[in-house]
């Protein structure tokens, strides 16, 4: 698979890619996390590849210091948070329906589960 690299600054309150190896290769964005999705766009346009057929690999700086590794660090934890709270969410839902089919009342549930009994009918209902 090809990779690019991409190198990412702060320019005028808009953060700016340069793609390396693709001249000349750039996008501006108001918004971090919009960056992958137009780099994609960007050098499919330039490639006539699909979004999905190539790796990027990303390089941040920021007031002419690398912050590649703290960035790309606080991404991942991300990423692991979003999935943890899916598991965590699956688990809770059939928790609740198990606890309530062994007749726990949704106060019950709820200190269980430290939930409101409010949120344990949300739960029930949704």
Not at 34 to 58: H, N
Not at 60 to 88: C, F, K, M, N, P
């Amino acid at each position: 698979m090809t990779a690019y690299d991409v190198t990412v600054s702060r320019e005028d309150n808009l953060w700016v890619a340069v793609v390396d190896g693709l001249a000349p290769a750039a996008t501006d964005v108001e918004h971090f996390a919009d960056l992958e999705t137009e780099v994609r766009d960007l050098i499919s346009g330039l490639t006539e590849s699909d979004p999905d057929d190539f790796a990027l690999r990303w390089h941040y700086l920021v007031g002419g210091e690398d912050v590649t590794e703290q960035i790309q660090r606080v991404l991942a934890l991300e990423s692991e948070l979003r999935e943890l709270q899916a598991a965590r969410d699956r688990a809770r839902n059939e928790a609740v329906s198990t606890l309530l089919k062994a007749g726990a009342s949704q106060r019950a549930i709820g200190d269980v589960l430290n939930l409101s009994h409010q949120r344990v009918n949300q739960l029930i209902n949704h």
